[in-house]
């Protein structure tokens, strides 16, 4: 299991930027795929992007359509940090973003979570 915790969400008008962090404990967090999922209110937890671990097989970046050309994953191994780099920032992006690991980018393959954090965007 990977301890996970988010940071960076907030307020932001419509347009705008936000870089969300995401701060793991494993010693062996390089092998780990790092992902962001969201979720709104009322509505199911969904997929938003996922970075590869050291599995060279697996896809190195994965990225919903609703974001792309948006948002950008990074790693920071050395670090053990995921950043996801929010731009043109929509209201329907307004979700609580919640950083989670696995063995590969695969959306059903991610089963340690962080808590949480809140973005708001405003219209």
């Known amino acids: 299991q990977v301890q996970l915790v988010e940071s960076g969400g907030g307020l932001v008008q419509a347009g705008g930027s936000l870089r969300l962090s995401c701060a793991a404990s494993a010693r062996t967090f390089i092998v780990y795929a790092v992902g962001w999922f969201r979720q709104a209110p009322g509505k199911e937890r969904e997929f938003v992007a996922a970075?590869?671990?050291?599995?060279?097989?697996?896809?190195?970046?994965r990225y919903a359509e609703s974001v792309k050309g948006r948002f950008i994953i990074s790693r920071d191994n050395a670090k053990k940090q995921v950043y996801l780099q929010m731009n043109s920032l929509k209201p329907e992006d307004t979700a609580v973003y919640y950083c989670?690991?696995?063995?590969?980018?695969?959306?059903?393959?991610?089963?340690?979570w962080g808590q949480g954090t809140q973005v708001t965007v405003s219209s």
């Open positions: 970075i590869s671990g050291v599995n060279w097989s697996d896809s190195r970046t």
């Open positions: 989670a690991a696995g063995a590969t980018t695969t959306p059903t393959d991610f089963d340690s």
